[in-house]
């Protein structure tokens, strides 16, 4: 069985920086796609950053890009999201997505992933 345990949210005021990081079990993390998503409060669920299985390919949300990056050490089956320069609007539950891929690919939507961690929460005060 997959698991995804998410690590790092927490409150920050605005030009903050916070480091998110997700550690899989139960599976070969070098086969997943990784995705952070979030989920602004009354708000659906988007993608913020993802990254293929080899780490080549990644994909960002057009608010973040320049402020975010995500990165994975497949050695610790470990997928990280470094969060730069925040915004209010950055407030959010983050969560950790994998989905077995043969290819390097990063998909855009929440229903292309199969399995979730929990979340964490990320306040961002003005």
């Known amino acids: 069985q997959v698991q995804l345990v998410e690590s790092g949210g927490g409150l920050v005021q605005a030009g903050g920086s916070l480091r998110l990081s997700c550690v899989v079990s139960?599976?070969?993390?070098?086969?997943?796609?990784m995705a952070w998503f979030r989920q602004p409060p009354g708000k659906e669920r988007e993608l913020g950053a993802g990254?293929?299985?080899?780490?080549?390919?990644?994909r960002y949300l057009t608010s973040v890009k320049g402020r975010f990056t995500i990165s994975r050490d497949n050695a610790k089956n470990a997928v990280y999201l470094q969060m730069d320069n925040l915004r209010p609007e950055d407030t959010a539950v983050y969560y950790c997505?994998?989905?077995?891929?043969?290819?390097?690919?990063?998909?855009?939507?929440?229903?292309?992933?199969?399995?979730w961690g929990q979340g964490t929460q990320v306040t961002v005060s003005s």
């Open positions: 990254i293929g299985r080899s780490g080549v390919r990644t």
């Open positions: 997505a994998a989905d077995w891929r043969a290819i390097e690919i990063v998909p855009a939507t929440a229903a292309e992933y199969e399995y």
């Open positions: 139960g599976g070969t993390f070098g086969q997943y796609s």
